[in-house]
């Protein structure tokens, strides 16, 4: 019976036990687990984490290129309107492409897009920190720092709550 699995909605499949087997004797022999050296390990075509990766070199540079014209299209902002003010994002993220915050406030199938991305985004954050919270609670983390984990777990299912009132 499987002990691991894959996150829903990753783009990976397969058996993740034999996966954190691969990772967990890389983590032992090199004190740490970084994705240098799971690449590193994932090359020897018998590994179970080879089946992972894009080995085409062509392919895995189309890859690349796409995931920095993917931060290049998030790093444009509009300077702030006003002093102090955070700047704006130029474009915001949909089900299928970058709009214009202008073209997601005049339209409401496109608004809807965006806020379905954002609830993805935030449900991401919240398992992360949930994860985070475990890890303190199991360890040796002071009372101090749990509470304001839990804190931070609070506000993020508060900011959820609010999106999902919005559907």
Known sequence: MSVYKFRPGSRFSGDADAVVVEMERIRSETGALQPETVLVAAEDEGSALHPHFEWDDSAAAREYRLETARRLIRAVVTPAATKGAEP????VYT???YVPIATIAADPGRYLQALSAARRDLE???RRVNDLLTAAKAGKSKKDDVARIMLAVQALQTAND???ALH
């Open 124 to 126: 991401s954050a919240q």
């Open 95 to 97: 089900d299928r492409d």
């Open 88 to 91: 704006l994002a130029k474009y």
């Open 162 to 164: 609010a999106i999902q």
